[in-house]
Each structure stands twice: as structure tokens, then as C-alpha cells.
């Protein structure tokens, strides 16, 4: 996982007989929403307001079926270098808002990784 100031990633395993992704997104949502920093919060549109919205999140997501154990792996690695792509950071080491570095812990990567360009394909949609 990883948040990132305008979006974030995440890859979750849900129960088998239950995939709804949208209640748990708007719950992820609500929640964070009412416990951040007020700061955090732009000011809603006309369309927002009157609907009595905050303007911190996308109304959308984007939900993706993993198909094996290498697209797992493309889909860690592209997260855990997002904070490295949008230009927050040299290393994903350094953004302290990531699982990263508890892989880093459980030796699944070097402390060093993703220090410089990667190229992923495939991957995400911003």
C-alpha cells in the first residue's frame, strides 16, 4: 500500500464469497475523511456542497484481478515506486506513508531498491 497526498494504492485479498469493493472504498473514505487533519480538505465545488461532500477524494476507483504470482509482483513493485514517480521522493524508502519498508523488514527487497528509474508496463492509470 500506498498513499500518496492526491490518490493511493492498495492490493487486498478479499473473502471469497464476498468482493465488494465499493462499500469498503466509501468506508476507507468516510472514515479518513472525519479523522484527518481539516487542513487536508479543499474546499468543495457547488456540486459537492450540496450534496454535502468533502472534496478530498475521487469518486471513482479502479479495481484489477491479479492473474498470478508475477502480476502480483509488477503490482507491488509499481506501488511501492509511485511516491518515486510523482517526483515526492528519491527512493521509495523515503516515503514514510508505504509498505515498503515493512517488505524491506521481512527481506522481501534491499533497502535500496527503486533508487533511480524503473520502468513498468501495464501497470496503473494516472
Request: proline share 8%; charged share 25%.
Amino acid at each position: 500500500m500506498v498513499v500518496l497526498p492526491d490518490h493511493l494504492h492498495c492490493i487486498w485479498a478479499l473473502p471469497p464469497d464476498d468482493a465488494d469493493f465499493a462499500i469498503r472504498w466509501r468506508l476507507i473514505k468516510t472514515w479518513f475523511t472525519r479523522h484527518c487533519d481539516p487542513n487536508l480538505r479543499a474546499v468543495p465545488d457547488r456540486a459537492r456542497a450540496r450534496k454535502g461532500e468533502q472534496a478530498l477524494w475521487q469518486h471513482r476507483y479502479w479495481e484489477r484481478l491479479l492473474r498470478d504470482e508475477a502480476d502480483f509482483i509488477q503490482h507491488v513493485e509499481y506501488i511501492h515506486y509511485n511516491p518515486v514517480k510523482h517526483g515526492y521522493v528519491a527512493a521509495p524508502r523515503d516515503w514514510p506513508f508505504s509498505s515498503f519498508r515493512r517488505h524491506v523488514e521481512a527481506g522481501i527487497y534491499p533497502a535500496d531498491w527503486g533508487h533511480g528509474p524503473l520502468t513498468f508496463t501495464g501497470v496503473g492509470r494516472e
